[in-house]
């Protein structure tokens, strides 16, 4: 079992940046994808970005490429959503999750299904203009 915890919301103006932090407790060795989701109230669930460690392959949304980067630590204890030049739209609750990469995997895909095994509680984003 994997249990997974964000940290480093905030509220910030337009333009600023945060950093988002989730640590990956327990078994570890059953992850081999990591992701961010988001979700704003009256909007759908939003995958946004997603990595496999293994290959350092990662998937941003439109929504966010070019501006956020997913990374991770070299034991899969942490994953990071480095989030630069915000917007009012990405105000939202941010989850990561975790799960299994199969070979063959379109990331895109697995973030539209959003059927990852494990889930943090979530960490709030404000962005004001």
């Known amino acids: 079992q994997v249990q997974l915890a964000e940290s480093g919301g905030g509220s910030v103006q337009t333009g600023g940046s945060l950093r988002l932090s989730c640590t990956v407790n327990?078994?570890?060795?059953?992850?081999?994808?990591l992701a961010w989701f988001r979700h704003a109230p009256g909007k759908k669930r939003e995958g946004v970005a997603a990595l496999v460690p293994d290959h350092e392959s990662t998937y941003y949304s439109d929504s966010v490429k070019g501006r956020f980067t997913i990374s991770h630590d070299n034991t899969k204890a942490a994953v990071y959503l480095q989030m630069n030049d915000l917007k009012p739209e990405d105000t939202a609750t941010y989850y990561c999750?975790?799960?299994?990469?199969?070979?063959?995997?379109?990331?895109?895909?697995?973030?539209?299904?959003?059927?990852?095994?494990?889930w943090g509680q979530g960490t709030q984003v404000a962005v004001s203009s």
């Open positions: 999750a975790a799960g299994r990469y199969n070979r063959g995997d379109q990331l895109a895909e697995v973030l539209g299904r959003g059927d990852l095994t494990a």
């Open positions: 327990g078994y570890r060795d059953s992850i081999s994808l």
